[in-house]
Structures are given as structure tokens and as C-alpha cells.
């Protein structure tokens, strides 16, 4: 079963009060211009957000490594604009719940923390890996399996020749690299939102 997140942003007003300025709304995926990689699944940003599906894809799939996690299970703040009657309705999820500042999304180091994925690529792709000395490849899948598939490692294929359709990889990626740079095309959003002011995440995932 997929995963998705359910996001709240929040802004603190001269006051000191939080005043919601955004909210993620499945039936207007384009509401307020938000930058595509903020509304889409995204199963590394989830790890490194709060240590969900950190690691693992669709149905368990060991998807790799897994990230260090910036905010796990914080809850939701006490002061929060969320209701209970938004939580009832599980419009901020139903498990999981956590926040995070936007200066602790400034903070973190995309560029620096890394982790290893795992992926299974088809026989095309490995040999283009070979061919370029590409450790990442361009399009892989968690697993793949069905009349005709022969899964093998890079070490099974050193060892001997052996048939295979797809081979079985891993490679290192920065955090940046695994979430699509998701920090280069939201925070500067997210910045406009602050205005200058602390802005949050507050949020929930449903699986």
C-alpha cells in the first residue's frame, strides 16, 4: 500500500500566534502554484522528514540504507491551527505526526548526508552503467518479477556468465540527489511564505 503526506504550513504572526497560510489539498494539486516535487510522493523525503518509509518501498520493498531523520514523531504542536476535528477526519493523516521548522530545513545538509540506495535496472541500463562508469542509473524499479525475469548482482555476473534480465544494484546518493532536490525547489517557496516570519510543517502521512 503507498504512502502519502498530508502538509499544514504554518506561520507565526506578530502576536506569536501560528496562522495557517497553506494547506495540501488533494483535489487541487496545482492550488497557490507550490512547486510539483512539494505535492508528489516522495518515499526519501518522508525518511529524512520523520523517519517514514525510510528505507523501504511499496509493500516493504527495501528501497535502501535509510536517512537520518530531522523530526520523528514530534506529534502535533499544541499551539497548532490542526483541529481535532481535522484529525478526526484524518486530514492530516492518521499516523505519524510531526512538524519541522523551516530553519531546521535550511539546516540540514542536503548535500552532504548520504545514504545507499538499492533498485533493480534492466539489462540495457546496466550495461549503459557499465559502458559510461555510471554507479547511478537513470531509471530503476524496487523489484521486478514474473515469467521470464533473472535477477542477478554484479557480483553473480564476475563470478561467471550467467543469463539474467535484470541485475540487482546500489549505488550513493545525497539527500539532495534522492528527493529530486526537493529543498532547491521548495525552500526558496517556503521563504516566500515566511516572510520573513518562523514558519513550520506541520503534517501526517497515510498508508
Known amino acids: 500500500m503507498g504512502c502519502d503526506i498530508h502538509i499544514v504550513v504554518e506561520r507565526q504572526n506578530e ?3 501560528w496562522e495557517r497560510v497553506w494547506q495540501h489539498d488533494y483535489d ?3 492550488m ?3 512547486p510539483e516535487v512539494f505535492r508528489n510522493r516522495n518515499y526519501d523525503l518522508f525518511g529524512i522528514l520523520a523517519d517514514v518509509r525510510n528505507g523501504y518501498g511499496f509493500a516493504g520493498c527495501p528501497t535502501g540504507s535509510g536517512w537520518p531523520s530531522i523530526a520523528p514523531q514530534r506529534g502535533i504542536p499544541s499551539d497548532s491551527t490542526v483541529t481535532e476535528a481535522e484529525m478526526d477526519d484524518y486530514a492530516i493523516g492518521d499516523h505519524s505526526f510531526s512538524w519541522v521548522g523551516l530553519d531546521e530545513l ?3 545538509d542536503w548535500d552532504g548526508v548520504t545514504a545507499e540506495a538499492y533498485g533493480v535496472v534492466t539489462r540495457e ?3 549503459r552503467m557499465q559502458r559510461e562508469n555510471d554507479s547511478r542509473p537513470h531509471t530503476w524499479c524496487g523489484g521486478v518479477s514474473g515469467g521470464g525475469v533473472l ?3 554484479p557480483e553473480q555476473l564476475l563470478e561467471k556468465p550467467v543469463p539474467f534480465s535484470h541485475v540487482a544494484v546500489k549505488w550513493t546518493e545525497t539527500a539532495r540527489e534522492g528527493t529530486g532536490d526537493w529543498a532547491g525547489q521548495v525552500l ?4 516566500t511564505l515566511a516572510a520573513g516570519r518562523p ?4 503534517f501526517g502521512f497515510d498508508s
Open 188 to 191: 526558496p517557496w517556503l521563504d
Open 151 to 153: 535477477v542477478v548482482t
Open 32 to 34: 497557490k502554484g507550490t
Open 106 to 108: 535550511k539546516a540540514f
Open 28 to 30: 487541487k494539486p496545482d
Open 199 to 202: 514558519l513550520r510543517l506541520v
Open 125 to 127: 541500463e546496466y550495461a
Open 15 to 17: 502576536h506569536g500566534a
